[in-house]
């Protein structure tokens, strides 16, 4: 099945830890997006990549860092420096073409507390 | 570049026929309407997509008035199952990169 995956579906942070977020698509995708959702505020850009070996910062990309060193995946670490890391983390794929008609898939999410 | 604004919350009974309105004043001549539905936990999936006019798939209608300042995603006769959080989007080209401009969402209960 093509797809995305993302894992773990829980993760936990202690103070002063760095986490990593998996995210891994077999769609043959350019563009990959990492995404923070917090209850009632929507969907907010961290980063996103366009093409593998480059990546953007989003709105809210302070405290966390990816890399892009292969097409099909594109992990999100995030660093002790984000003070409030609690959140549902999607990671998202789409083509890559710069089209306004490109849709997104996403993964299932990871759910990132703090102990 | 645009805005998306939708309503934050909506109620409805099975059977009914839901519509849901985002506003995007500031739309483009380029840009495209896209609407997402998301189950608790899980990643928003792709519904429907348009330009302008009407679209209509399987699972929904979507209508876009001439001025495209807004759009309606129009569920028809709801069941149980339709509860989730629906996002509009509005994709847009800024210089080399695409910009995607989400709304909050609308959270749509449908009751017995």
């Known amino acids: 099945d093509g797809g995305i995956t993302q894992s773990p579906k829980y993760l936990f942070r202690k103070e002063g830890q760095n986490v990593t977020l998996s995210c891994e698509q077999n769609?043959?995708?350019?563009?990959m997006y990492w995404y923070r959702q917090d209850p009632g505020q929507g969907l907010r850009l961290i980063y996103y990549?366009?093409?593998?070996?480059?990546?953007q910062k989003g709105d809210i990309a302070e405290g966390y860092s990816v890399s892009r060193e292969k097409k099909e995946s594109f992990p999100l670490t995030v660093t002790s420096a984000q003070k409030n890391p609690t959140a549902f983390y999607l990671c998202?794929?789409?083509?890559?073409?710069?089209?306004?008609?490109?849709?997104?898939?996403f993964g299932s999410g990871t759910q990132l507390s703090v102990l | 570049l645009a805005k998306t604004t939708q309503p934050i919350s909506m109620d409805s009974y099975e059977g009914q026929e839901v519509n849901i309105t985002c506003s995007h004043n500031?739309?483009?001549?380029?840009?495209?309407i896209t609407w997402y539905q998301q189950f608790p936990s899980q990643g928003p999936r792709f519904i429907i997509q348009?330009?302008?006019?009407?679209v209509t798939n399987e699972v929904a209608s979507l209508f876009i008035p001439a001025d495209r300042k807004s759009s309606t995603l129009s569920l028809p006769r709801v069941s149980l199952s339709d509860t989730a959080v629906y996002y509009c989007?509005?994709?847009?080209?800024?210089?080399?990169?695409?910009?995607?401009?989400w709304g909050l969402g609308t959270s749509l209960a449908v009751n017995p």
């Open positions: 998202a794929s789409s083509h890559g073409q710069l089209a306004t008609n490109e849709k997104l898939f």
């Open positions: 769609l043959n995708h350019d563009a």
């Open positions: 990549s366009q093409i593998v070996n480059d990546f």
């Open positions: 500031n739309i483009a001549t380029n840009d495209y």
């Open positions: 348009g330009y302008k006019t009407k």
């Open positions: 989007l509005v994709a847009t080209l800024a210089g080399n990169n695409r910009k995607l401009i």
